[in-house]
């Protein structure tokens, strides 16, 4: 009798873990599903989204995979509301342009090359400026937030 209980218990378990492997499984392939289309700038490819949960949850999800993990946002009494429609402007070290596109959402992803960049976002006009390194298998993170009071259009 206590092999029989013993080895229902492992089956239990072992039908408990399998289903959470499937249930993780199936949650990754919605967020991959759900994340924009990889575009490319040049040599370098980029997804830009983040309107809706879904769609934010997927690239936040996925922002570690990638060099650079952009997030746009405009201050406002409260907190940061996000922004989209932010032209950016990604140089190299160089001064050559890396990467030159319009975020269509509050996230930008992109695969530089290590190495140091400039960055020139612009949101309704108003222009901020950073520099960035990235680096060899690491993940970097930066946040641009205008000023509150920046009009978006």
């Known amino acids: 009798m206590y092999s029989f209980a013993r080895s229902h218990r492992v089956a239990a378990l072992l039908g408990a873990a399998l289903l959470a492997a499937s249930l ?14 990889v575009q490319k700038s ?60 319009t975020a269509s959402g509050p996230y930008l992803l992109a695969r530089l090359a290590p190495g140091s960049y400039s960055l020139r976002a612009t949101l309704a006009g108003k222009t901020l400026e950073r520099k960035v390194q990235v680096k060899q298998g690491a993940s970097t993170h930066m946040e641009l937030v205008w000023p509150a009071g920046t009009n978006q259009s």
């Open 24 to 37: 993780h499984g199936t949650a990754l392939a919605q967020a991959e599903g759900a994340l924009p289309p």
């Open 42 to 101: 040049g040599a370098v490819e980029y997804l830009s989204g983040g309107i809706g949960l879904d769609e934010s949850t997927a690239i936040k999800s996925a922002s570690g995979q990638w060099p650079l993990s952009l997030v746009f946002s405009v201050q406002s009494a409260a907190r940061a509301q996000f922004a989209s429609d932010v032209k950016l402007e990604i140089r190299d070290a160089k001064g050559a342009l890396a990467l030159d596109a």
